[in-house]
């Protein structure tokens, strides 16, 4: 069972670069989140999603888009990167009710 | 939303019991409580959840007194594998808006 698979695992960017987080999930879970951690500031709700087609903002959303075209996928796009967005990336899924089941993070560098 | 508060950090030495405790005064009535556990360079991953009273399971135990304003995780005789981040989250079983505390690094030394 892969889980939850986020792609890439590293990436670097230039300030004002576009880039796309990739996040599938194999396991048919309606819930999806993408969460940023930083140091000291642990786990910060970005965006979620509670079924194809619906999202909805969390905690920090400014600077991030999401959208969720299938069941299964769920990106998180930086339309111009900035270096406060340096951070570990971690997407995680559920099914409505239950556990949260993580993927391993994607660790973004903005210069 | 509940908002949450644990410890920053905690020490603790091999073979002891640790216990972790978290803070939700404004809990709702269908909010669950759940622990998370964090190693470096990993996505946290599920270790108990509870509504009320006590839950045990292989690795922890969850103790949640009657008001709910508060819980706390109990590892029963830590090794040095249990250095970790361990976090709350107060949620709704359905609810979307899924916020953790900010985590407890605990430290077990030999």
């Known amino acids: 069972n892969a889980g939850v698979t986020q792609t890439p695992k590293f990436q670097v960017l230039k300030t004002g670069q576009s880039m796309t987080l990739q996040c599938a999930q194999d396991?048919?879970?309606?819930?999806m989140s993408w969460y940023r951690q930083d140091p000291g500031m642990g786990l910060r709700l970005i965006h979620y999603?509670?079924?194809?087609?619906?999202?909805d903002q969390g905690e920090v959303p400014n600077g991030y888009n999401v959208s969720r075209s299938t069941t299964e996928d769920f990106p998180l796009r930086l339309l111009s990167a900035a270096p406060s967005q340096t951070s570990v990336y971690f997407c995680?899924?559920?099914?409505?009710?239950?556990?949260?089941?993580f993927g391993e993070g994607s660790r973004l560098t903005v210069l | 939303l509940a908002k949450i508060t644990q410890p920053i950090s905690m020490d603790s030495y091999e073979g002891q019991e640790v216990n972790i405790t978290c803070s939700h005064n404004?809990?709702?009535?269908?909010?669950?409580i759940t622990w998370y556990q964090q190693f470096p360079s990993q996505g946290p991953r599920f270790i108990i959840q509870?509504?009320?009273t006590k839950v045990t399971n292989e690795v922890a135990s969850l103790f949640i007194p009657a008001d709910r304003k508060s819980s706390t995780l109990s590892l029963p005789r830590v090794s040095l594998s249990d250095t970790a981040v361990y976090y709350c989250?107060?949620?709704?079983?359905?609810?979307?808006?899924?916020?953790f505390g900010k985590g407890t690094k605990l430290s077990v030394k030999p």
């Open positions: 404004n809990i709702a009535t269908n909010d669950y």
């Open positions: 509870g509504y009320k």
């Open positions: 999603s509670v079924g194809a087609g619906i999202t």
């Open positions: 989250l107060v949620a709704g079983g359905s609810q979307g808006n899924l916020i």
């Open positions: 995680a899924s559920r099914k409505n009710v239950g556990e949260l089941f």
């Open positions: 396991m048919n879970h309606e819930y």
